[in-house]
């Protein structure tokens, strides 16, 4: 729902809906999955109408299977997932191990490939509009001993908070609000990227709390600073669950962020990822 394009009637109706929907409780957001070579209609049912209202679903595998990596992408496929970004750690379908990898460079875009701590992102924020992720999914393989604690926040919510707040959401829209200087390491050219956008008549957020490699527009500073704010005082609309095996989550590209982690002494801690660049659809 965009607040620039609906009367307020019709964006009162939605905001309304959305927080007084709101459940941070794991049983009102986990399906059990059976098979996640052939989900069930009734899996896939609950799994879509969960998302459509939280933008975030979570699952649970109640059996080991034999080939993980590729039920993953099964299970992925049959919910609509599709499209995924490849990158130099993913394997050539796209899904990506995320782990402690030796040696890495401790840059904000491979932090996740460590166990410090994740600030408070969108994947892909550093994407130009061709390249957008609009869902991801997590699975978990092997967990962590202490630690690894994910939170999540729809970004939806932090959008209604801020216009429940402030009267400037055309400063988060701008599509320079911020810019991702230019990478040498990977050639990549400098980006202009706006917060909130509208895609697929969906909102969209790239957002990152790093404050490194990020320059904010002179008029979306203050207005950024705001939402940040919002973002780290909204405990109440914070969704936090560490998993355990055979968990995952697929969200569409919701506010997120982890703690720092130790592994098992003989177990690195290890999710797989798909970043899609089409949304969770029947």
Not at 110 to 123: G, V
Not at 182 to 210: C, Q, T, W, Y
């Amino acid at each position: 729902m965009n607040i620039l394009e609906n009367n307020k009637t019709n964006y009162k109706l939605w905001a309304d809906k959305k927080l007084q929907g709101f459940s941070n409780k794991l049983d009102d957001l986990i399906v059990e999955i059976d098979n996640p070579n052939s989900l069930s209609k009734s899996e896939k049912a609950m799994m879509h109408r969960i998302i459509n209202q939280h933008n975030i679903v979570f699952f649970q595998i109640n059996k080991g299977v034999d080939d993980v990596k590729s039920s993953i992408k099964m299970l992925a496929s049959q919910v609509g997932l599709g499209n995924y970004e490849i990158d130099s750690k993913s394997d050539s379908d796209g899904l990506t191990e995320i782990k402690i990898h030796d040696n890495i460079k401790t840059d904000a875009e491979y932090i996740p490939y460590t166990d410090k701590q994740l600030k408070w992102h969108t994947d892909g924020y550093y994407n130009d509009d061709d390249n957008l992720i609009l869902t991801w999914l997590l699975f978990c393989k092997n967990q962590s001993e202490n630690g690894g604690l994910n939170k999540y926040m729809d970004h939806e919510i932090a959008y209604i908070l801020f216009n429940e707040n402030f009267d400037n959401i055309d400063d988060l829209m701008l599509n320079n609000a911020y810019r991702i200087p230019k990478n040498e390491l990977n050639g990549r050219e400098a980006i202009d990227n706006p917060i909130f956008s509208f895609v697929e008549n969906k909102l969209h957020m790239k957002f990152s709390m790093r404050e490194k490699n990020i320059i904010w527009n002179d008029k979306s500073k203050e207005a950024s600073k705001n939402l940040k704010n919002i973002i780290n005082d909204s405990d109440m609309y914070h969704i936090s669950h560490k998993f355990t095996e055979g968990q995952g989550v697929i969200t569409n590209n919701i506010i997120h962020m982890r703690t720092s982690f130790t592994n098992l002494e003989k177990k690195n801690r290890l999710l797989y990822r798909l970043r899609s660049k089409q949304r969770m659809r029947a």
